[in-house]
């Protein structure tokens, strides 16, 4: 009797979701991860759980509400690239060491890094649509093979990133960066979490883990900075149209590693896609720009490929497909959370990637027209106090989804999180947080 209710329910939700109201969703979504993704520190897996959180209360179809939980993950991943290039800048005695968007910046090449990213992007895109469908196939037929040995491809990746290394001492300190962030992971990804801000049986300690392992470490290093931001004038590229489409079909590669594989994130596979160039650390400024590009096609590729691996293999591999996972419907064919993954069924993969491709597109748009402007209203203001405020938010946010515990779990991280640029390593080693658990469990 409740599977036909069930059904029942699947079937009014199609009925209530015309292509129209979809659309319009998706539009609202889309508005949505614009205002997220210029909010600092907000990470897109937040955004979704956010989403979910508030679902029940949205009088719509799981088809429409599952297509704004979607575009607005899709462009919260094109803006968030904005925040991250301004805030953390560092002097400019330092930049060597620095992350390549603030290397970037500090030369004056900011609007120039806001159109490499939409370049990769926007490659990226056609290149995941395209591969998405036979490469989900490929793996579905291989997937027990692959189960079998994901520990050891896993173990595999974080042993590739500490060889990527330039020097013995920095291949040492990524060593180092590795072992503290599995030791991280194993002491603090079990923990129980709860937040006001999670919905019932989501929250996870993944938001004050990342954001203090990757935000809070480089604001703190960038809080003594001295100097203004310097004029962000530049948009010719400097990258030709080869080394352009090699790096965003690099981050292709990359974002179906992060797609299908649990514990990489977009800056392992950019690391791995260019051979060890760019991230943080001295690199040329060719590389910087390639690893712009890189990263943000892999952010891309990300959203298409884990949508078809939700699609087709059943596995959510990013927080908005766990999100979708999580939105059911309700009686009166409203959005509820929890249930069947009833906005899955009712789009299927095509629309799934249609509602990519259009939100990707005006994410496109909204980054080059809206990143100008951010970049000029930044600068404006003063660095120190701003940086404090985003401080407040990591904490308050880490707080918000994971608790008093979650704080207490940020400010560990954020110790971790300092190790890289002392040891001379790259930060990429510290997604060794999930890795490292991972291939040892």
């Not at 060597?96 to 900011?110: E, I």
């Not at 004050?208 to 004029?231: Q, R």
């Not at 990359?254 to 650390?281: E, H, K, N, W």
């Not at 985003?390 to 994971?402: E, N, T, Y």
């Amino acid at each position: 009797m409740h599977a036909n209710v069930q059904v029942r329910n699947r079937d009014h939700s199609v009925a209530m979701a015309p292509p129209l109201t979809v659309l319009t969703y998706a539009c609202v979504g889309v508005g949505f991860g614009t205002l997220t993704g210029l909010v600092p520190g907000l990470h897109v897996n937040n955004v979704a759980f956010l989403l979910v959180g508030v679902a029940p209360s949205i009088d719509g179809p799981a088809a429409a509400v599952g297509a704004a939980i979607l575009a607005a993950g899709v462009v919260h991943t094109f803006l968030s690239i904005v925040p991250a290039l301004v805030l953390g800048v560092p002097e400019a005695a330092t930049a060597p060491g620095a992350l390549p968007g603030h290397r970037l910046v500090l030369s004056g090449r900011g609007r120039e890094a806001i159109r490499l990213s939409a370049l990769g992007s926007s490659v990226a895109l056609v290149a995941a649509v395209a591969l998405a469908l036979p490469l989900s196939q490929v793996i579905a037929a291989g997937r027990e093979h692959l189960l079998a040995a994901l520990p050891f491809l896993l173990a595999a990746i974080a042993a590739l990133l500490v060889l990527a290394e330039p020097t013995h001492r920095a291949r040492l300190g990524g060593l180092l960066c590795l072992a503290a962030a599995t030791a991280l992971g194993f002491l603090t990804l079990d923990l129980p979490a709860s937040g006001p801000l999670s919905p019932e049986g989501a929250a996870s300690m993944l938001a004050p883990l990342f954001g203090g392992l990757f935000g809070a470490p480089v604001l703190l290093d960038a809080l003594d900075a001295e100097g203004a931001i310097p004029p962000q004038d530049g948009t010719t590229l400097g990258l030709t149209r080869v080394e352009t489409l090699r790096a965003a079909l690099a981050g292709t590669g990359g974002g179906a590693l992060v797609g299908y594989l649990p514990g990489v994130s977009a800056g392992v596979a950019a690391v791995l896609a260019l051979g060890g160039a760019g991230g943080s650390g001295p690199a040329g400024r060719g590389a910087d720009r390639a690893y712009v590009v890189a990263t943000s096609g892999a952010d891309t590729a990300t959203a298409v490929f884990a949508v078809a691996s939700l699609a087709i293999l059943g596995a959510p591999r990013s927080g908005v497909t766990v999100a979708l996972t999580e939105l059911g419907t309700g009686g009166n064919g409203g959005a509820t959370a929890g249930g069947s993954a009833a906005a899955i069924g009712t789009l299927g993969l095509g629309g799934l990637l249609l509602v990519i491709v259009l939100a990707a597109g005006l994410g496109t748009v909204v980054l080059v027209s809206v990143g100008d402007w951010y970049l000029r209203l930044v600068r404006r203001l003063p660095r120190q106090p701003l940086v404090l405020a985003v401080l407040g938010l990591l904490l308050a946010l880490s707080i918000g989804f994971a608790g008093v515990l979650g704080g207490a779990v940020f400010a560990l991280a954020t110790l971790v999180g300092l190790l890289p640029p002392r040891l001379g390593a790259r930060r990429v080693h510290l997604m060794g947080v999930l890795l490292g658990p991972l291939a040892l469990a």
